[in-house]
Nanobody, 120 residues
């Protein structure tokens, strides 16, 4: 499975961005998909994940971010609203074969990352 993330950019605090992650390869729609983020000097942290029908969010983004997937387009989205300066990070999409996990080491495939910068 190959993952291609896009949609990052510079936005003011309180604004919105939508990240996209296009999956290609062998049966990408069968995978659990996740979004993680990382800032310099810190470990990669969980943001959101989606199975075929269930979503989970980190407490820090709950109520502001929404993860969704379009099976016809093999694409997973992360809609980010009410952005805060602490949301600034490189965002990565990831895929794992099955089941839910909040830990990056449990994901098998990774996209290249897209930078999100929120100015205060």
């Amino acid at each position: 499975v190959q993952l291609q993330a896009s949609g990052g950019g510079l936005v003011q605090a309180g604004g919105s961005l939508r990240l996209s992650c296009v999956a290609s390869g062998r049966t990408p729609n069968a995978y659990t998909m996740g979004w993680f983020r990382q800032t310099p000097g810190k470990e990669r942290e969980f943001v959101a994940t989606i199975t075929r029908s269930t979503t989970y969010y980190a407490d820090s983004v709950k109520g502001r971010f929404t993860i969704s997937r379009d099976y016809a387009k093999n694409t997973v989205y992360l809609q980010m609203n009410s952005l805060k300066s602490e949301d600034t990070a490189v965002y990565y999409c990831a895929a794992r074969l099955s089941g839910t996990s909040f830990y990056p080491q449990h994901y098998n495939y990774w996209g290249q990352g897209t930078q999100v910068t929120v100015s205060s």
